[in-house]
T-cell receptor
């Protein structure tokens, strides 16, 4: 199993650009989520999904869109990047005992 | 908001037991206590979880008080590689729910 994979590892955007952060898991987990982590801070939940076709907002959803068309994939879209979205983004999926498995993260800089 | 409170930082001598406390005074009957750690800027890693009984695995032990209002994660023989931020969270262990992380405890293992 590859576990949770995220692409790209690093990305630099200009203000106003859009992009999609990819997340995939091969463990057949229904629950997936996205977090952001600003320097020296904790994890903040952006969006989560309890299965294909079902998504919901977390603590900081503004400026981000998600969709879940398959069990495996949960992409995060930045609609119009802003410097305040400079952060490390982690994707996670949840196992049978409700434990979270995290990906390695995408480091995003918006200039 | 996170349902737990943890000290912001702790030190532990290498080779000694590290005891990390967590308060979760509003925990409800179907909620479990989960512990994760995050080494440097990697994705968080699941450690252990429990409902009301003490639990042990190859990484750590979890002691939950009888009233379930607090718990302690024990790393029996801390090494330098255990230096990390440790997160205690409380979530339902029977149904999907938002997984909210607090700021955690930054543990420094000192040679």
């Amino acid at each position: 199993n590859a576990g949770v994979t995220q692409t790209p590892k690093f990305q630099v955007l200009k203000t106003g650009q859009s992009m999609t952060l990819q997340c995939a898991q091969d463990m057949n987990h229904e629950y997936m989520s996205w977090y952001r982590q600003d320097p020296g801070m904790g994890l903040r939940l952006i969006h989560y999904s309890v299965g294909a076709g079902i998504t919901d907002q977390g603590e900081v959803p503004n400026g981000y869109n998600v969709s879940r068309s398959t069990t495996e994939d949960f992409p995060l879209r930045l609609l119009s990047a802003a410097p305040s979205q400079t952060s490390v983004y982690f994707c996670a999926s949840q196992g049978q005992s409700f434990e979270q498995y995290f990906g390695p993260g995408t480091r995003l800089t918006v200039t | 908001d996170a349902k737990t409170t943890q000290p912001p930082s702790m030190d532990c001598a290498e080779g000694r037991a590290a005891n990390l406390p967590c308060n979760h005074s509003t925990i409800s009957g179907n909620e479990y206590v989960y512990w994760y750690r995050q080494i440097h800027s990697q994705g968080p890693q699941y450690i252990i979880h429990g409902l009301k009984n003490n639990e042990t695995n190859e990484m750590a032990s979890l002691i939950i008080t009888e009233d379930r209002k607090s718990s302690t994660l024990i790393l029996p023989h801390a090494t330098l590689r255990d230096t990390a931020v440790y997160y205690c969270i409380v979530i339902s262990g029977t149904s999907y729910d938002k997984v909210i992380f607090g700021p955690g405890t930054s543990l420094s293992v000192i040679p």
